[in-house]
C-alpha cells in the first residue's frame, strides 16, 4: 500500500529525465515509522562481569543517550542495550539502584529499554538445568518486572520490549553454560516471570542471526519450543508463546543485501513455525548495513551511511506494505555506540564522540558532534502520520521518494543512493517535483510556506572538514565549532509557496527533504518543558528540552530561540543566530560552562515567525 519508488531493486544507471508527481489527496494508509529502534553495549574489551556499571553510569553514555532523545517527534523511540541485567547486585537480596539510574535517564527522554534479559546478576546462576537456579531466576524476573510497574506503570512498561539472550548461538554467555535445554529452561523461566506478574508485558526473540551451519541450534529451538512446547515452570503446554520474533539480518555495504536477508529470513521463519507466526510482529533489531561496529569504515563517516540506511527503509516498506505479507515493527540500524579513539567518525555510530582520558582530571576531554546519519533520523522524524499516492519516472538513477501528509501540510522526502558503478552514476541528478493539488495560500489570502532540508556531503560533512584540520584527536574550541556547524542538519531558505512544482538537485550520494505547511491560526508552537544541563568536560555546556509539539508541526518550526540571563529578572539575551536556529531539541554552548550559570528559557519559532509560550526559566548551577 505505501507508494513509493524504490528502483535500486532494478538499478538504472543511465538515460532519461527524472521527475516524481505527488497525489497529496490520494491518501493510501498511516505511515508506520518501524525504523525508530537503536541499539548499544560497551567497547570491545571491557568484560561484562566488571565494566557494566562503570561504562552505562558513565557521563559520556548519559549525554550519548540525552542528545538521542532530543531528536525532533521521538525520531528514536527505543534503545536496546547488552548486559542489562549486569546492573543488578544480586547477593542476599535484589538490588536494582544501579539500573534504575539507567532506565531513569531513558525515561526521562522518553526513550524505552530493549530490555534483553541478558546478563549474571552478581554470577550467581551456572546452570539452568538446576531447579533451585530455574525457580531463582523466575523469582527475580517477576521481582524485576514489578519494581519497574511500581516506578512507572503498567501503561508505560507494557510497551517495553522484553527480549531473549542476545544472539545465543554465538554462545556469549559470561561464564554461563547453555545447553539446549538449560536455554529452554531460561526461557520459561523468564517468560512466566514476566507474565505472572502481567500478561501485557512483553517478551520476544530469539534474537540472533538464526543462519546456517553455526547459529541456528538455539535460535530454532526456542521458536519450535515456543510453538508448541511445554513451559517447564507452568507446565503448560504451547505456555510460553513469543509476543515478537525478533532476528538480525545485516547487509555487507549494500543496501539492497538488508532489504533481501529480511525479506528471506522472516520467510524463512514462517516455513518453520507457521502457526506461532500467523498474528506476530517481526523485529530485525540489528539490520545495519555491515555488521561489527567498531569497524572504521570511511563511508559510515559521511552521508554514504545515512543513505543506505534511507534506502533500506524505504526499501522494505514498499516490499512489505505492497505485498502485506508481514508485520515488520522493527528495523534498527544498532548505531547508539560510542566511538573509541583513534576511530572517531568512522565506526557505527550516530554522533562522534572526542574523549581523551588521560590519569590527570585536568587532561580529560570529552566533546560530542552530529554524524550525517544522525540528522537523518532527524529528517524522517519529521515526515507526517498518512502516505500519499506518488509517480515517478522510469529512469530514476537510484532516487526514492517517499511523501505524507502532516498535520500542517506534507513533507516529501527524496533520497539518491546510487550503487552503480561509480563512472556510471550522474553526480548531480536534478529532480522535477511536481504536486498539483497543492494549496497555495489558505482562505484569508496567508501564503503556504516551504523549506527544504539537505544532507550532502558537500554541506553536512564534519569528517572531512576534521582532516582537513589535520584530524586533531582533541579539537580546539573554535575547531569544535566549526565541526559543530559543519555537522548540523542544515536547511535552506524558508519562502513562501508561489508554485507547485520544483527543481531539486540530488547529488550521489545525497538526501532531500521537502515540507510544505500551510498556515493555520490554531497551530502557534507549544512551549518547551523540561530544560536539562550538561557540562561537557571540553568546557562546553549541552542543553536539551522536551518539546510536545500539541496542535502544531515540529515540520513547520523554524527552530529553537534559547535565552540567557544571569539574573532571574535580568535582560535575556538571545544565544543562537536566527539562521542557525534548529529543530533539534538541543543547543550545544562553547565557552566555559561555568560561563553560562543563570537562567534560561528556550522558544519554539515556526515559519511564520510566530513564537510560542516560553518555557519555564531554569537556572544553571553547573559548575
Known amino acids: 500500500m505505501y507508494a513509493l519508488f524504490w528502483t535500486s531493486l532494478i538499478q538504472v544507471c543511465f538515460g532519461g529525465n527524472v521527475w516524481i508527481k505527488v497525489h497529496v489527496q490520494q491518501e493510501l494508509g498511516p505511515l508506520t515509522k518501524f525504523w525508530t529502534s537503536t541499539g548499544f553495549t560497551f567497547p570491545r574489551g571491557l568484560s561484562p562481569s566488571h565494566d557494566t556499571k562503570s561504562f552505562y553510569l558513565s557521563s559520556n553514555v548519559k549525554l550519548n543517550l540525552a542528545l538521542i532523545g532530543s531528536l525532533p517527534n521521538r525520531g528514536i523511540e527505543q534503545v536496546r542495550i547488552h548486559w542489562l541485567l549486569n546492573l543488578i547486585e544480586f547477593r542476599d537480596a535484589v538490588n536494582f539502584e544501579s539500573l534504575d539510574i ?66 545465543p548461538d554465538h554462545h556469549d554467555f559470561d561464564g554461563l553454560t547453555f545447553t539446549v535445554q538449560g536455554y529452554l529452561n531460561y526461557f520459561d523461566a523468564t517468560f512466566q516471570g514476566l507474565k505472572d506478574v502481567s500478561k501485557h508485558v512483553k517478551i520476544g526473540g530469539p534474537g540472533g542471526s538464526c543462519r546456517e551451519p553455526h547459529f541456528i541450534t538455539l535460535c530454532h529451538a526456542l521458536l519450535v519450543h515456543s510453538q508448541n512446547g511445554t513451559n517447564i515452570v507452568s507446565g503448560k503446554k504451547g505456555g510460553s508463546k513469543l509476543d515478537f520474533i525478533s532476528f538480525h539480518q545485516k547487509g555487507d555495504q549494500n543496501s539492497r543485501n538488508v532489504v533481501q536477508s529480511t525479506v528471506k529470513k522472516i520467510s524463512e521463519i514462517q516455513l518453520l513455525v507457521p502457526e506461532l507466526t500467523k498474528d506476530l510482529p517481526f523485529f530485525n533489531d540489528e539490520g545495519d548495513p555491515e555488521k561489527g561496529w567498531w569497524k572504521s569504515r570511511s563511508w559510515r563517516a559521511d552521508v554514504r551511511y545515512p543513505a543506505s540506511v534511507a534506502s533500506n527503509i524505504l526499501g522494505l516498506q514498499e516490499i512489505f506494505m505492497h505485498t502485506n505479507t508481514t508485520r515488520l515493527a522493527i528495523l534498527s540500524n544498532d548505531n547508539a555506540f560510542l566511538n573509541v579513539p583513534p576511530s572517531f567518525f568512522e565506526q557505527r555510530t550516530l554522533l562522534t564522540r572526542f574523549s581523551t582520558n588521560n590519569q590527570s582530571r ?47 501540510g506534507y513533507v516529501i522526502l527524496l533520497v539518491r543512493n546510487d550503487e552503480c558503478n561509480a563512472t556510471k552514476a ?67 531558505t524558508i519562502r513562501d509557496l508561489r508554485k507547485k512544482r520544483f527543481r531539486v538537485v540530488l547529488p550521489n550520494p545525497g538526501i532531500k527533504l521537502l515540507i510544505v505547511c500551510q498556515y493555520t491560526e490554531s497551530s502557534e508552537p507549544e512551549q518547551p518543558t523540561k530544560l536539562r544541563f550538561y557540562a561537557e568536560s571540553s568546557g562546553a555546556l549541552t542543553i536539551t528540552w522536551r518539546y510536545s509539539g500539541g496542535h502544531s508541526d515540529h515540520a513547520c518550526l523554524k527552530g529553537f530561540q534559547v535565552y540567557f540571563s544571569h539574573d532571574y529578572l535580568g535582560d535575556y539575551k538571545s544565544l543562537i543566530d536566527e539562521e542557525r536556529l534548529s529543530a533539534m531539541n538541543f543547543v550545544q554552548l562553547h565557552g566555559k560552562a561555568t560561563n553560562f550559570r543563570g537562567w534560561f528559557q528556550v522558544i519554539a519559532i515556526d515559519l511564520w515567525n510566530r513564537r510560542g509560550p516560553s518555557s519555564v526559566h531554569f537556572y544553571n548551577q553547573i559548575v
Do not use: C
Request: proline letters at 5%; hydrophobic letters at 40%.
Open 102 to 167: 539507567l532506565v531513569h535517564h531513558l525515561w526521562d527522554y522518553d526513550l524505552k529499554p530493549g530490555f534483553e534479559m541478558m546478563g549474571n546478576p552478581g554470577g550467581h546462576f551456572t546452570d539452568f538445568e538446576e531447579q533451585t537456579q530455574i525457580i531463582t531466576w523466575k523469582w527475580m524476573v517477576e521481582k524485576l518486572a514489578k519494581h519497574y510497574i511500581q516506578r512507572y506503570g503498567l501503561n508505560e512498561v507494557s510497551q517495553w520490549n522484553f527480549e531473549t539472550w542476545n544472539e
Open 362 to 408: 585536568t587532561e580529560l576531554f570529552d566533546a560530542f558532534v552530529q554524524k550525517p546519519v544522525f540528522n537523518l533520523m532527524a529528517m524522517l522524524a519529521l515526515l507526517g502520520d498518512q502516505v500519499v499516492q506518488v509517480e515517478s519516472s522510469e529512469s530514476a538513477h537510484g532516487v526514492q521518494a517517499l511523501a505524507t501528509k502532516s498535520l500542517m
Open 426 to 492: 550522474i553526480p548531480y541528478l536534478p529532480v522535477r517535483l511536481l504536486v498539483p493539488a497543492l494549496t497555495l495560500t489558505n482562505h484569508a489570502g496567508l501564503a503556504s510556506k516551504f523549506v527544504i532540508y539537505k544532507l550532502t556531503n558537500v554541506n553536512t560533512n564534519p569528517y572531512h572538514l576534521w582532516q582537513t584540520m589535520g584530524s586533531p584527536e582533541r579539537p580546539t574550541e573554535d575547531q569544535l565549532r566549526r565541526l559543530r556547524i559543519e555537522g548540523s542538519l542544515k536547511r535552506g
